[in-house]
């Protein structure tokens, strides 16, 4: 079992920048794939960034690419989320999320969540 607990989230203005954590419990942290996702008040949760056990593999959603980068320290069974460049359309609760297989984009592929951090950025 793991546990997941995110934090760093905020108030930001639009252009600014922060970093979400997800710290993980459980011995076995280290062979998951860890994913971001984000849901936004009446709208789907959807898909962020997600990376592989090693670190070696990375996948992010299109409007991301290039303003945020997702990496991990297994061995502060730590993943995180750097957000720079923020757009009000970004405003959403975030969620990390693991799963034993690789990089995936559908949230039923993950088997193990956490209880979520607000994000809002201000236009």
């Known amino acids: 079992q793991v546990q997941l607990v995110e934090s760093g989230g905020g108030l930001v203005p639009a252009g600014g920048s922060l970093r979400l954590s997800c710290a993980a419990s459980?011995?076995?942290?280290?062979?998951?794939?860890v994913a971001w996702f984000r849901q936004a008040p009446g709208k789907e949760r959807e898909f962020v960034a997600a990376?592989?056990?090693?670190?070696?593999?990375?996948a992010y959603t299109d409007s991301v690419k290039g303003r945020f980068t997702i990496s991990r320290d297994n061995a502060k069974n730590t993943v995180y989320l750097q957000m720079s460049s923020l757009k009000p359309e970004n405003t959403a609760v975030y969620y990390c999320?693991?799963?034993?297989?690789?990089?995936?984009?559908?949230?039923?592929?993950?088997?193990?969540w956490g209880q979520g951090a607000q994000v809002t950025v201000s236009s």
């Open positions: 459980g011995r076995t942290f280290s062979s998951y794939t």
């Open positions: 990376i592989t056990w090693s670190g070696s593999g990375t």
């Open positions: 999320a693991t799963n034993r297989g690789g990089l995936r984009v559908g949230a039923e592929a993950y088997d193990y």
